[in-house]
């Protein structure tokens, strides 16, 4: 069982919908969440992160973790074609000397105009 | 500001041969991380280092060698290379590894092609 799972996609939804990305994570050690963005032949571009159980705004995105049921989300209001993109969940265990982020593999997201 | 900046940006070897990849992390930044990213997955952390201590090793064979340097910039090292290395590699860096919740901000990569 991979520790950071995705579904891979594509998830595809019409301009201004809202698209909701999910992510869910095995080791309840897990700390802190990140959601970065990936253009294709880029490198990821951090979006958002989130520590505290509930809902974390900025802008037109949303994070949302759940640690008893180990599941952490990305919704994305008023989704615009320039948010197509591979959409990367991860997370950092709570150990103290290091702060390695464990990736899942990525959901890609097509947006329609 | 500067952001983390690696180099080169594309490198071809062949089998067998040698790289060095080097990173300069954000100003203030003094941890640095470097993760392997191959088609269709996510980045697989490699190594973080820290004020240049090694804080933690990814599963990855002992070809892999880095290290950081007092300005905080940081080298990776890969020997022997195998066609499995063609990967992008990326940098990122931190201001340290104990704040939770404290982001990781990615470089550019470098590609590399193993032939």
């Known amino acids: 069982q991979k520790e950071v799972e995705q579904n891979s996609g594509p998830l595809s939804v019409p301009e201004g919908a809202i698209a909701s990305l999910n992510c869910t994570y095995s080791d309840r050690g897990s700390q802190s969440f990140f959601w970065y963005r990936q253009y294709s032949g880029k490198s990821p571009e951090l979006i958002m992160s989130i520590y505290s159980n509930g809902d974390k705004e900025d802008g037109r995105f949303t994070a949302q973790l759940n640690k008893a049921s180990q599941y952490v989300s990305l919704l994305i209001r008023d989704s615009q074609p320039s948010d197509s993109a591979t959409y990367l969940c991860a997370s950092t265990l709570m150990d103290t000397g290091r702060r390695a982020l464990t990736f899942g593999s990525g959901t890609r997201l097509q947006v329609q105009p | 500001d500067a952001g983390v900046t690696q180099s080169p940006t594309h490198l071809i070897k062949t089998r067998g041969q040698h790289v060095t990849l080097r990173c300069s992390p954000i100003s203030g930044h003094k941890s640095v991380s470097w993760y392997q990213q191959v088609l269709g997955q996510g980045p697989q952390f490699i190594f973080q280092?820290?004020?240049?201590?090694?804080?933690g090793r990814g599963n990855f064979p002992d070809r892999f060698s880095a290290r950081q340097f007092p300005n905080y910039s940081s080298e990776l090292n890969v020997n022997a290379l195998l066609l499995g290395d063609s990967a992008l590699y990326l940098c990122a860096s931190s201001l340290g590894p104990g704040t939770v919740g404290e982001p990781q901000h990615f470089g550019d990569g470098t590609r590399l092609s193993i032939l």
């Open positions: 280092y820290y004020e240049k201590e090694e804080r």
